[in-house]
């Protein structure tokens, strides 16, 4: 029987095959989480909802506002209600004016009646300009203070989230919802401030319009309700486009930023790999850019109407005002100035409705940032409170971990271990047997699950112990170190300090690992700026950066770290840089307890113990030479790794 087979995998957006029991597509980015709270929030956006809402958003931005810069916001507030007085003065001023030329009698008795109004109305515009550029100065000052504080904010929060966070996508989602509530925050402030100086200009409109005749305040209405409405409704619709292509805005950032940075630059070239990836970014592209362009339509079509109804508004107020001025109800002098006050009041309502939408649809945003703050994303560590002393012990029991995600099964599964103060003990094991994922249990960057066993440092589970304390008792070279944009010395002490002579214990730290040596070959020694692109900038080997962050490593034993963990720290260098780190190492191991992670079995050699890995479990523990002698995975691998045979090459036809 023939079997006809399926491609092993098809381009992105092909539609699924109608035989298979599962969709065939690739999979793209996609945050799933459950419970999409977003668009709940999206759906229930009303006037009502805005109108109880808009008070404590004004409070929320004029607190951030008070806190970035007390003086200038005090200033500002100040600004803005004595502007809102000269708007008012200046149309009782127009008032006064009017009335005074349009009474009967000679045209040079009517100047001279309305010169003090005149006055006023003069000396008002002019303080109200002058007070408008105060406002925008002093704006100016506050808006960016503001967002440099919630930018703060936020990624200190962000730090303070526990790594596991990292690997879910509602974390991810909900990170990127404060980023962006943090970018609108001196928005924010501006659109405040118009909605406050919008009513006061309104209150001042009324209170002349009310002098003039009470009737005409009921023709303010007319000319809010319908932009009122439909300012309310396009803030629904934008805000439901927006978390409509979440996924899509978030995979072009991606795309964008494996595209741009430096790390992947020769690899988009090489591999020629442009082409296939803006294939994939304009198909997100699209998908937002139809979304938006429906909303878009959408939008101005509920504008339509709103001018539609506003036009009818103003024409039945015009018609009123024609209709108490021809009825005699209403003077000429007072028809013209609640002509100006009805503008006025138009206007201000308008600033106000809209400027107010444009608040509530921000302050959803900001409801994000604050949600954010408050718990790291629902991932603050909270652990206990136990200052550790270095461990004397680390005893794992049963434990099993699994990543989250339906498709992945667990890393580690019932691994008992026992580490012991003095001691040098090798993670040998084939990819993804879950060498990393068990040091980063042990160093406390994840925690063991519910139910998935304990790790605990001489007797104390490690939960209860206080986050800090315990890292400072760490130091790690991961599989992944960082290459800080810093200068070389940075680079090593990160602003930590053993204490004694700063710069000695950098250079010691360095010399056990050959770093020394890179950094005397660059133009400014350990000043020189390591980022290349950069003015003065430099880069460094692969191996160079290896040994930077061994050093930096070492450099944090000066201050006594219990556990030292080195994942792959030799894979990038040559053999007698790897000599001199292994040995520093063993010169290093009394007083802690040490882990070295290598695929290069000779190194292990240096171990006190080995502990062999396969697929999350431990399936061998001895010295180097009990697993060499004995058939097992350990002794398979070794004989891999010596085995450079090769088939013997074809013959020639
Ligand atoms: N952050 C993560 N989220 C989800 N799965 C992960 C994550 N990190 C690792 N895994 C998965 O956990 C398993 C163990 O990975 P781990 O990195 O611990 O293996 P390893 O033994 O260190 O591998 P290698 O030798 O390749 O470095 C693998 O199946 C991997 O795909």
């Not at 699924?16 to 599962?22: F, I, L, R, V």
């Not at 292990?604 to 009990?626: S, Y």
Request: net charge neutral; with cysteine; glycine share 10%.
């Amino acid at each position: 029987m023939t079997e006809t087979r399926r491609p092993p995998f098809r381009e992105t957006g092909a539609q699924p095959d109608d035989h298979a029991e599962q969709p065939e597509h690739d999979e793209e980015l996609r945050y799933q989480f459950p419970g999409d709270k977003r668009h709940d929030v999206g759906t229930s956006i009303s006037s009502s909802a805005m109108v109880r809402r808009l008070p404590e958003l004004i409070r929320r931005s004029l607190a951030l506002a008070w806190h970035a810069d007390r003086r200038s916001t005090l200033l500002l507030l100040l600004a803005q209600a004595a502007s809102g007085v000269f708007g008012a003065l200046a149309l009782y001023a127009t008032t006064g004016t009017l009335a005074a030329l349009l009474r009967p009698g000679p045209v040079t008795g009517h100047l001279r009646a309305a010169a003090p109004s005149l006055t006023l109305l003069t000396v008002s515009a002019a303080l109200r300009a002058a007070l408008g550029i105060a406002v925008t100065t002093l704006s100016g000052r506050v808006g960016p203070r503001v967002n440099r504080d919630a930018d703060l904010a936020l990624i200190e929060a962000g730090c303070s989230a526990e790594l596991a966070a990292y690997d879910q996508p509602a974390y991810n989602e909900s990170w990127e919802a404060a980023d962006r509530g943090a970018a609108t925050t001196p928005d924010l402030l501006a659109s405040a401030q118009d909605v406050i100086a919008a009513t006061v200009s309104l209150a001042a409109a009324a209170g002349v319009l009310t002098t003039l005749n009470p009737w005409l305040l009921p023709f303010l209405l007319l000319g809010s309700v319908p932009a009122g409405l439909a300012a309310v409704r396009t803030a629904r619709i934008h805000y439901l486009a927006t978390i409509t292509t979440n996924d899509e805005r978030a995979a072009l950032r991606i795309y964008r930023w494996h595209l741009i940075d430096k790390q992947r630059a020769d690899q988009v070239r090489s591999d020629q790999v442009l082409p296939f990836m803006m294939r994939k970014y304009r198909a997100a592209e699209a998908r937002i850019v139809a979304v938006t362009d429906r909303a878009g339509t959408e939008a101005a079509r509920v504008s339509l109407l709103a001018a539609l109804a506003t036009g009818a508004g103003a024409a039945l107020m015009w018609g009123a005002l024609l209709y108490l001025v021809s009825t005699g109800r209403i003077g000429l002098a007072a028809a013209g100035s609640a002509t100006f006050a009805l503008r006025t009041a138009a206007s201000s309502v308008q600033g106000m409705v809209g400027n107010g939408a444009r608040l509530y649809r921000m302050g959803l945003y900001l409801d994000d940032y604050f949600d954010f703050l408050d718990s790291a994303g629902g991932h603050r560590i909270t652990r206990g409170e136990i200052v550790p002393d270095p461990p004397g012990t680390i005893e794992v029991t049963a434990l099993t971990y699994a990543y989250p995600g339906e498709q992945q099964e667990a890393a580690l599964r019932g691994i008992d271990l026992t580490l012991h103060q003095g001691e040098v003990v090798a993670l040998i094991g084939q990819n993804g047997s879950g060498k990393s994922t068990l040091l980063k249990l042990l160093s406390g960057l994840y925690l063991p699950q519910d139910g998935g066993g304990q790790i605990t440092w001489d007797g104390v589970p490690i939960a209860q112990l206080e986050a800090d304390a315990l890292f400072r008792q760490v130091a790690r070279v991961p599989q992944e170190f960082a290459r800080w944009p810093l200068p070389a010395h940075e680079n090593v002490h990160l602003g930590r300090h053993a204490g004694g002579d700063p710069v000695r214990a950098v250079e010691a730290a360095a010399a056990l690992t050959g770093f020394d040596e890179v950094v005397t070959r660059l133009r400014s020694g350990w000043r020189t700026l390591l980022a290349q692109g950069w003015q003065g900038g430099a880069e460094l080997s692969g191996g160079g950066w290896q040994r930077a962050a061994v050093a930096r490593a070492f450099y944090r034993t000066a201050r006594q770290p219990g556990l030292l963990i080195l994942d792959e720290p030799t894979s990038d260098l040559d053999p007698r840089a790897e000599h001199r780190i292994l040995h520093a190492l063993r010169t290093l191991a009394p007083g802690r307890i040490t882990l070295l992670v290598t695929h290069n079995l000779a190194n292990a050699k240096l171990a006190d113990r080995v502990v062999v890995m396969d697929r999350g479990r431990i399936v061998q523990t001895g010295t180097w030479d009990e697993l060499a002698g004995t058939e097992g995975l350990f002794r398979e691998l070794l004989d891999l790794q010596t085995d450079r045979t090769v088939p013997a090459p074809r013959t020639a036809p």
